[in-house]
């Protein structure tokens, strides 16, 4: 079971950290990826993270400006997310997968999004 956490509502430049938890010890084992949903658009990729942390892949939308970590200790990954734009309100989900690439398979378990609104 995925818990994400962490949305608000921000002013455009601002920052904001999503967090996402997970319950069961194959957690580590997954890689997690974070999708975002705004209305009226498809669903589309935003990050990943390997099960080990060592590989992430960042959509062209937001690299350079999130970044994706994990803990495996604590079951918990997290999106952190700098100079909001009004562009990336969304609803953030995050999900299991057994691949860390995008482009590869769907996500195994869905979490519950978490709302992120972002002022001009």
């Known amino acids: 079971q995925l818990q994400a956490s962490g949305g608000g509502l921000v002013q455009a430049g601002d920052s904001l950290r999503l967090s996402c938890a997970a319950s069961?010890?194959?957690?580590?084992?997954?890689?997690i990826k974070w999708f975002r949903q705004a209305p009226g658009k498809e669903r589309e990729f935003v990050a990943s993270i390997s099960w080990t942390g060592g590989t992430t892949y960042y959509s062209d939308s937001v690299k350079g400006r999130v970044t994706i970590s994990r803990d495996n200790a604590k079951n918990t990954v997290y999106l952190q997310m700098n100079n909001l734009k009004p562009e990336d309100a969304a609803v953030y989900y995050c999900?299991?997968?057994?691949?860390?690439?995008?482009?590869?398979?769907?996500?195994?378990?869905w979490g519950q999004g978490t709302l992120v609104t972002v002022s001009s």
């Open positions: 999900a299991a997968s057994t691949y860390v690439d995008p482009t590869r398979g769907l996500p195994d378990y």
């Open positions: 069961g010890r194959t957690f580590p084992r997954y890689a």
